[in-house]
């Protein structure tokens, strides 16, 4: 089993939707969780990070549920502009390791 | 301004060749990581650094080299036994403020 996983998608929109990703983690040793944008041909961009309580920026939502051992993502009111990879990252408490989901693609169209 | 320096950009190999991709950060950074990525895939992690002097393997570490003799360097050396390296390379450094730096890649292609 990977330490990390997400539905490679891909996921296919319209505008103006809502668009959800989970990500799994296997170690309960994790502490902390981000969301990276990856861009064809780029390296990734963090997005944003995830607290216990939740946050949200803009258009944005993070949400990480330690018992169940997964994060999540909820992107409102979708843009064409939000076409991309998204990463989920887990770091482990001792900082040793940084995790890469595989990635989830989501495509919006017009 | 500080950041990740990652070169180069292209690369070819021929086969049986040995290459040299070169990380350099002035981010102060104790720890650094390369990681790879295939067409559509994930980043899987190659080798990384806590500390000079000293590195790890990572999940692929089969095929590839690294040092770190410097705290801002940290070279990743793809060697011939390494079969399938045609893939795009990601230098990263961490962790400031919750973040992760990462270099603009180097894509590596065998001719």
């Known amino acids: 089993r990977k330490e990390v996983e997400q539905d490679p998608g891909p996921f296919n929109v319209p505008e103006g939707a809502t668009v959800a990703f989970n990500c799994t983690y296997s170690?309960?040793?994790?502490?902390?969780f981000f969301w990276y944008r990856q861009d064809c041909r780029k390296e990734p961009k963090l997005l944003m990070s995830?607290?216990?309580s939740g946050n949200e920026d803009g258009r944005f939502t993070a949400q990480l549920n330690r018992a169940s051992q997964y994060i999540s993502l909820l992107i409102r009111d979708s843009k064409l502009s939000d076409s991309a990879t998204y990463l989920c990252v887990v770091l482990y408490s001792s900082a040793s390791k940084i995790i890469f989901g595989s990635g989830t693609r989501l495509s919006i169209r017009p | 301004d500080g950041g990740i320096t990652q070169s180069p950009k292209y690369l070819f190999r021929k086969e049986g060749q040995n290459v040299t991709l070169s990380c350099e950060q002035n981010l102060n950074h104790d720890a650094m990581y390369w990681y790879r990525q295939d067409p559509g895939q994930g980043l899987r992690l190659i080798y990384y650094s806590q500390i000079v002097n000293d590195f790890q393997k990572g999940d692929i570490a089969e095929g590839y080299s690294v040092s770190r003799e410097k705290k801002e360097s940290f070279p990743l050396t793809v060697t011939s036994a390494q079969k399938n390296p045609t893939a795009f390379y990601l230098c990263?450094?961490?962790?400031?403020?919750?973040?992760?730096?990462f270099g603009e890649g180097s894509w590596l292609t065998v001719v």
């Open positions: 990263a450094s961490g962790i400031s403020r919750n973040t992760i730096y």
């Open positions: 170690n309960s040793a994790s502490q902390s």
């Open positions: 995830v607290y216990s």
